[in-house]
């Protein structure tokens, strides 16, 4: 009986175990001997599986121009990004926790940016923000009073008086971690509503009742609550927002100082079409977010247990 | 999570303080009464105003908004579906062809959702019923998957079809979207089943019936509304999805999706009015809003079912 089990277990799980084999695991490690050769691919048919190995492409990867600008780049727009999605997901499942009418259809409302395609609302944030005929210059002209309008997209540096002080603001950057906030909120919202739903009421009335004010259980009962969940949050956000392609694709190409690693991947190798130098810098994306993430948990992962 | 982290000194020192100014209770109380409805009202905004934003202009003429393009009201009598007539049309008679592009979505979509399911559903029973040998290292392979970024994959993937030529075809595309889907499509299809109580299956299985006649008759009716919603949320995945078939099917005008014929007209034409575009944005938008607010409740659970854990 349990023989049979057993085997009935893994007849059940084998093709999906095929699948990703084949089209995960299998070109993961192909991936990783690509980088390591010089495959372009114009000669594609006539290199071997095991060429000569080299490092080569690391060579050319960290010394190729904008190397390093890229990596603070994407640090910064993960970061921010992460940060400013989770951030905005927490006040939003904090300010539709108590019931009202209409509070299920608000909920699915907030959802909306995370399910939408990603084609049509970078569309139109670029509509949106346009310097011609934009709605949000035109209303920044005739309402806020902006001098001229502002090309959010296509505009590297802002510089920003105050205070007899001039402040460049990296312009394109900021929109790009604007709309990263915006499209990611839902995600930490579903999750952050769907634990809140989950502390036990008894808690927060025995803390009122104490004269515990909002913020106080906020502090002390709610938050620490959370704080697991966040940390789970953060973590999946970042290497999500790390190696995202399609915002930054979409809205500005990779333009005016928002060149993210993954974006510059994609045009190693369909723009150069040199493949051993596009797996090159895809594995070095890897590496650098193994050793953030791990250095992330080394220094919460532990931190968290006391609090849980 | 089974403490709860009180801090009854903590608390004790904030009360005292709280005692001395006895109206911040009554403050917070009023601040945060009026501060969440505020930020209600500021999010429905910024969530609801750029697709309300995509539908007007899409029903506006290009003269008109460009005149005018603070106008965030349209009039009856200036709507205008010419732009969506513009682009469903065929390319042969003067469109843009989206109709086709649709088609493909579908296609890819469909197959993607058919043959994700075809293998999620006996592997999440296995993974949550069967003991065999290595099922925790495969749930351990399936969250790696779930994490793994796709830009690492295309690399390889792309070069793979390029090599056997198959670059250009939906089935390649098909595959690789099934790859990206099934892992969480068998986490969430797993964790419905770990509540349908396994006593049902035990006396069918004391009435005669064999493994696939229980997982057939019981478990598969009893999962359907799991199964329903995991095959709505791979279909609006594979919809929405833009590096593979950017990547793949790039070449071949007549093999575009909605996704990537938009962003191709967006970024490659100039010609094409923006009011036109809106409109493929519209229809590209459409099928995913209706299967959201068809399937909400059942896709919110399904995938934060296990995250209240913590």
């Known amino acids: 009986m349990r023989r049979s089990e057993a085997r009935t277990g893994l007849g059940l799980i084998a093709p999906t175990v095929i699948i990703v084999l084949a089209v995960v695991v299998l070109p993961i490690l192909w991936s990783i001997s690509l980088a390591f050769q010089r495959v372009r691919l114009i000669n594609l048919r006539s290199a071997g599986i095991l060429g000569q190995f080299s490092l080569r492409n690391f060579e050319n990867v960290v010394s190729a121009p904008g190397f390093v600008d890229t990596l603070v780049t994407t640090l910064t727009y993960s970061v921010l990004g992460t940060a400013s999605s989770i951030a905005l997901g927490l006040v939003a499942s904090l300010a539709l926790r108590k019931i009202f009418r209409g509070r299920g259809f608000v909920r699915s409302i907030m959802l909306l940016p995370y399910v939408a395609p990603v084609v049509a609302v970078t569309f139109v944030w670029q509509t949106m923000l346009s310097p011609q005929f934009g709605v949000v210059n035109y209303w920044g002209q005739h309402i806020l009073g902006w001098s001229k309008p502002i090309a959010f997209l296509s505009e590297k540096t802002n510089e920003l008086s105050l205070f007899g002080w001039s402040i460049p603001i990296p312009t394109a950057l900021l929109t790009v971690i604007a709309f990263e906030a915006w499209r990611q909120f839902p995600f930490a919202f579903l999750f952050l509503t769907a634990r809140l739903q989950a502390i036990p009421g008894s808690l927060e009335e025995a803390a009122r009742v104490d004269g515990a004010t909002i913020s106080q259980r906020f502090r002390y009962i709610i938050w620490p609550q959370l704080l697991p969940t966040i940390a789970v949050l953060s973590v999946l956000r970042f290497i999500w927002t790390f190696t995202s392609f399609d915002d930054i694709y979409l809205l500005t190409g990779g333009g005016a100082g928002t060149e993210v690693i993954s974006v510059r991947v994609y045009n190693f190798l369909t723009g150069r079409g040199d493949i051993g130098l596009a797996s090159a810098q895809a594995l070095v994306i890897a590496l650098v977010l193994a050793i953030l993430v791990a250095v992330y948990i080394k220094l919460f992962g532990k931190r968290e247990e006391d609090l849980s | ?310």
């Open chain 2, 1 to 310: 999570m089974t403490t709860t982290d009180v801090r009854p000194a903590a608390v004790a020192t904030e009360l005292r303080r709280t005692e001395r100014s006895w109206s911040r209770d009554r403050f917070e109380n009023r601040f945060f009464g009026i501060a969440r409805w505020g930020v209600i009202v500021g999010l429905l905004i910024a969530t609801i105003f750029p697709f309300y934003y995509m539908v007007l202009l899409s029903m506006r003429g290009l003269g008109d908004v460009l005149n005018n393009p603070g106008s965030l009201w349209l009039e009856l009598g200036q709507v205008s579906l010419n732009a969506y007539t513009r682009v469903l049309a065929p390319v042969a008679s003067g469109g843009e062809g989206f109709l086709g592009f649709m088609r493909n979505s579908a296609v890819l979509a469909v197959g993607t959702v058919v043959l994700t399911l075809a293998v999620s559903v006996p592997g999440s029973y296995a993974v949550s019923r069967l003991r065999f040998f290595g099922r925790r290292q495969v749930s351990a392979l399936f969250l790696a998957v779930y994490l793994f970024p796709s830009i690492l994959l295309a690399v390889p993937l792309y070069v793979f079809f390029t090599r056997v030529g198959m670059r250009g075809s939906l089935i390649a595309v098909i595959l690789v979207y099934v790859s990206q889907t099934v892992a969480v499509s068998i986490y969430m299809l797993r964790n419905y089943l770990d509540t349908i109580p396994v006593s049902l299956e035990e006396a069918a299985a004391l009435d005669g019936c064999s493994r696939l006649g229980i997982m057939r008759r019981i478990s598969l009716p009893l999962a359907m509304p799991a199964i329903i919603a995991n095959g709505l949320f791979v279909f609006m995945v594979a919809w929405n999805e833009f590096l593979f078939a950017l990547l793949f099917l790039v070449d071949d005008r007549d093999r575009w999706t909605v996704s990537l014929g938009l962003s191709q007209l967006t970024g490659n034409s100039i010609e094409i009015p923006t009011t036109v575009l809106m409109a493929a944005a519209v229809i590209t938008t459409i099928p995913i809003v209706v299967i959201f607010f068809a399937s909400e409740r059942l896709l919110t659970e399904g995938l934060t079912s296990g995250a209240e854990k913590g």
